[in-house]
């Protein structure tokens, strides 16, 4: 084995063991072994059941990311893991066995994320009770703050800072950025009928809805916030998520159901909602992402 694979190795054991000893810390029970599922996220074997242990990608993720968790799964709306222990860079949390998707689970999984929805939040921007305002989704930093209104939140802390970060990287010249700034401009009248702001999950992208063993659809790896239910719809459409029809229809039929169905046009308003998470991954990782949100930032407010 060359140095590098040995250096590779070595790094791998220091993670596991630090996953060990840090669920050792958070449980009351011993941890026998710990295998790698992700770059951040652990498989640990107990005596009792396998767990979770994730790090987080930096100051705060731990601590929103069990708020999050837990402001989600309150009234047991849409199944999500249940937290066990976290500290300032580790979560613990219940393992869910993963199986392939079926329309029953992804019927449900509408419905209770309409439901999820309705529960509402203090105010757009709002972290999650006792998570902190500085937040994260994936590997990029996320402000929470309460703001008076959708669109003053939307402006100030999903679009502007992730177009300035991709103008500094070089991504956008000064002309392009001046897209964002139109459509910043007009999202009072491009974000449809005001509504209350909902309880959202924040990151709903298909690599975070788990179909689980039981027949049901878990959400997990959250960006909660109070926000425009329209954004969570906007995410399950952006990468594939598997019988999205299925998913719509019974978010659709719940949410009318209860008296608050979805506004129209909303189909239209997909690519206002996708530009945060387009902005966001490519102030992360940059190239095509930067170019996407170009595009669909034209599409706004053409």
Known sequence: MNNAANTASTAKASDASAAIDAATRLLTGPVTDARRLGSSVYLLITRAKPLIAKRGAGEGAAVAEAAGLHWLGEHGDVPVPTVLGYDDE?????????????????????RGLAALHLRGAPAYGSPPPDGPADAWMGLAPMRNEACADWASFYAAHRIEPYVRSCVDQGLFTIAEAAVFDAVCARLPE??????????????????????????????????????????????????????LDHVLGGYAEA??????PLADGWHDRVDLHQLFPLLMHAAVFGGGYARDALVAARRCTS
């Open 90 to 110: 580790w979560l613990v949390m219940e393992y869910i066995p993963a199986d392939n998707p079926g329309k029953h689970a992804a019927e449900e999984l509408g």
């Open 255 to 260: 949410a009318t159901d209860a008296g608050s």
């Open 190 to 243: 491009l974000g449809g009928e005001p509504e209350p702001p909902a309880r959202l999950h924040g990151d709903a992208w298909t690599g975070n809805v788990l179909w689980g063993r039981d027949d049901h659809a878990w959400l997990i790896d959250p960006a909660a916030h109070g926000g425009h239910r329209e954004a969570d719809l906007a995410m399950l459409r952006m990468f594939g998520t598997p019988l």
